[in-house]
């Protein structure tokens, strides 16, 4: 799977000893194995944008789409499905974003896809008819702007068959705070109001029927829950509720229009499981839980043609799929057949069900896409992501299991250097965003690129991580930096020193957005533990982190209020300093890398000037890099590769491991401009 967060550095500078704990900054001398591991990787294989990406089949299945690039930025293709991807042609031309997520409407007429500014997350929605000729001067048909405002951020909540011309949209630009929910035509762009968000209705999430009938709203209870409510013409009536630490998610309608699928563990459950539920008569009925007994609810898979349940799946150690028709059977035991390596994903159909893409998820390469012909059992490689991936020289990703010092068992992953032995490996420590997320089995492309430049890599599903239930979710609860959540990381390295497999002297941690929470945490509040930090996005002050949350989260608040604490609280607010690496900066004595993007409207840009002054005040070392055109989490090619160009340097002069030298001149010069002296950095008031 590739990360979501990307990393941004800059050239590096050997520094004398820092703190008082004798941690040091000057280079370390190289591992002892890298004559050993398989051969240098290039990283743009790693990190580059892949050949192609993201197809989807057009209802009646004439036509393919997919990302691939134009002019150097990746823009949605189409062919005709017996063509040759040679003879695709681009039907969007954007030129500075790449074009990251799009789908066909559902008559097939158009594509959508949507686009920000920067990184901004002020997403507009974009409708191209992909048989329309190009724009006079242009390579691409026109793309026409659906929500055409500033400073508003647009939700597609509905994209209904019995209306193809129209989706439904949620639109905060009334009031930021909340999405009103508007009928938006793709024919016109004009749209048509139906049903107006309010600060007592505070709703976080539409809901239409299969019809395309406003049917739902869901939002965040006053102790964090979740409530459901039921729409009754300009009222909202609550049917169903469960508490902050459980799930119930509406999944959609049920084909008889009376029901909806819900994943839930309301009550006296602790895993989530799938029922369906009556929003007038309350009734519920149970379809599934885990056969396993062992992990949450995951994902419920229908059929297009006829809107029945046709399979269900669950995410353990790995993907778990249960048909639950006869004919879904069958396909998927003539797909392992064919493909027996992977795990199997299957991409949304042709309205009769007739074509199907399915993904096949590796671990030592991005994975294979099929077209899979129902009627005769016919499996088609359709493309590799990347054709140019060694996987004779990648690791395998392994499951793991330790005990934390309570005994808590802690799930998670390790990834391992080829070609060595697991012994005293120079080790980096992954925690994943989030929090309330979880890391999974398949391709990893940072994971990999640490492997092959000597590393061994853990990922550990600390507490608050989803999936496995909502005990293991609560003990997470208010738990962030000195709690459990960051012990379950600690110990999770302790028990890889004690196995004999990581050096206690070469350990480094880096992550993003959380995981960047949690890298700062570690070099704070465990200075003892690690050698090196990398810090993404991640905020340094949990207090200030909830006073600027973007406007559009107001109506989610509570939720954080109980799940990482209330600033209005004074307890609470007094403990989240505890847990906040800003205040006790002069802890921190390992050398660190902060990443910024300048638009990031999640974890906002002070959060990184604060811990990047703090420390050179102190006259640690640290080093700052900033993208002024990305924001939480980058999408540019450029920024990616300058990043990790830089990034394994860092870490090889700091843990020892291997790095590529050779650097091409654009990378090198993006690189300059991404670098930002700390003694230029000042805090706004």
């Not at 790449?98 to 686009?115: E, M």
């Not at 026409?144 to 508003?152: A, F």
Request: with cysteine.
């Amino acid at each position: 799977m590739r990360r979501s967060f990307h990393l941004m550095a800059a050239a590096l500078v050997a520094i004398a000893v820092v703190g008082s704990t004798s941690r040091l900054a000057a280079q370390v001398s190289p591992v002892s194995y890298l004559d050993k591991l398989p051969p240098l990787v290039d990283r743009e294989i790693f990190f580059g944008d892949p050949f192609i990406a993201s197809a989807a089949l057009s209802p009646d299945g004439r036509y393919v789409s997919f990302l691939q690039k134009l002019d150097g930025i990746l823009n949605v293709w189409v062919k005709g499905i017996d063509q040759p991807f040679e003879a695709a042609r681009p039907v969007t031309q954007d030129t500075i974003r790449p074009v990251r997520g799009y789908f066909w409407s559902q008559d097939g007429k158009y594509i959508l896809y949507v686009q920000d500014q920067a990184g901004n997350e002020n997403f507009r929605v974009y409708a191209v008819d992909p048989a329309a000729a190009p724009a006079p001067g242009a390579k691409t048909p026109p793309a026409r702007d659906l929500t055409p405002y500033d400073n508003v951020q647009a939700r597609i909540f509905a994209v209904p068959e019995n209306s193809p011309n129209q989706i439904l949209v949620g639109l905060n630009d009334r009031d930021p705070r909340l999405h009103d929910l508007y009928r938006v035509d793709l024919r016109t762009a004009e749209r048509q109001l139906i049903l107006q968000n309010s600060p007592s209705f505070n709703v976080a999430g539409w809901m239409a029927d299969l019809e395309g009938n406003l049917r739902l709203a869901t939002r965040v209870t006053q102790e964090g829950g979740t409530e459901i409510l039921r729409v009754d013409g300009d009222s909202l009536i609550s049917v169903y509720t469960c508490q902050a630490a459980e799930t119930c998610s509406p999944i959609r309608y049920h084909k008889d229009g009376a029901h909806i699928y819900l994943e839930t563990n309301r009550g006296n459950v602790d895993l989530s499981r799938l029922v369906l539920f009556n929003p007038v008569t309350g009734a519920t009925e149970l379809v599934e839980e885990d056969p396993e007994g062992e992990v949450d609810f995951g994902q419920a898979l229908f059929s297009r043609a006829t809107d029945e349940l046709i399979a269900t799946s669950y995410t353990g150690d790995r993907l778990r799929l249960y048909p639950k028709d006869p004919q879904f059977a069958r396909d998927i035991e003539t797909l392992r057949t064919k493909l027996p390596n992977g795990d199997l994903f299957f991409r949304q159909p042709t309205k009769d069900d007739r074509l199907w893409i399915v993904k096949e998820v590796l671990d030592t390469d991005e994975g294979p896409n099929y077209i899979y012909t129902r009627e005769t059992g016919e499996v088609e490689l359709l493309y590799r992501p990347r054709t140019d991936i060694p996987s004779q020289h990648m690791a395998k990703r392994q499951p793991i299991r330790y005990a934390a010092r309570d005994g808590e068992i802690i799930p998670g992953y390790m990834t391992l250097p080829k070609g060595v032995a697991a012994e005293k490996l120079a080790t980096i420590v992954l925690p994943h965003g989030g929090p309330w997320g979880r890391d999974g089995w398949g391709y990893d492309n940072l994971a990999q690129f640490l492997a092959n430049r000597g590393y061994a890599v853990l990922q550990p599903n600390f507490r608050s991580s989803t999936g496995y239930g909502k005990r293991f979710l609560r003990l997470g609860d208010k738990q962030w930096g000195t709690g459990s959540m960051q012990h379950d990381i600690t110990d999770g390295v302790q028990w890889l020193i004690k196995e004999g497999i990581a050096d206690p002297d070469r350990v480094g941690i880096m992550g993003g957005s959380y995981g960047g929470y949690a890298t700062l945490a570690g070099v704070t509040f465990t200075p003892e533990l690690y050698s090196a930090g990398v810090s993404i996005v991640g905020p340094s002050s949990i207090i200030t982190l909830l006073n600027s949350i973007p406007p559009y989260w107001e109506p989610i608040r509570r939720m954080f209020a109980v799940r990482v604490g209330d600033v209005n609280d004074p307890a609470d607010l007094e403990r989240l300093r505890s847990q906040s690496p800003l205040y006790f900066a002069e802890n921190i004595t390992a050398p660190l890398m902060v990443v910024q993007g300048v638009n990031d409207p999640r974890v906002k840009k002070a959060e990184s000037d604060q811990i990047v002054t703090a420390l050179r005040d102190l006259g640690r070392t640290v080093e700052y890099l900033v993208a002024a055109d990305e924001g939480h989490g980058f999408a540019g090619e450029l920024n990616n590769l300058a990043t990790y160009a830089a990034i394994e340097k860092f870490l090889a002069l700091h843990l020892g491991g291997r790095y590529q030298e050779e650097m091409r001149p654009d990378i090198a010069e993006r690189l300059q401009l991404l670098r930002v002296d700390p003694q230029k950095v000042s805090l706004q008031p």
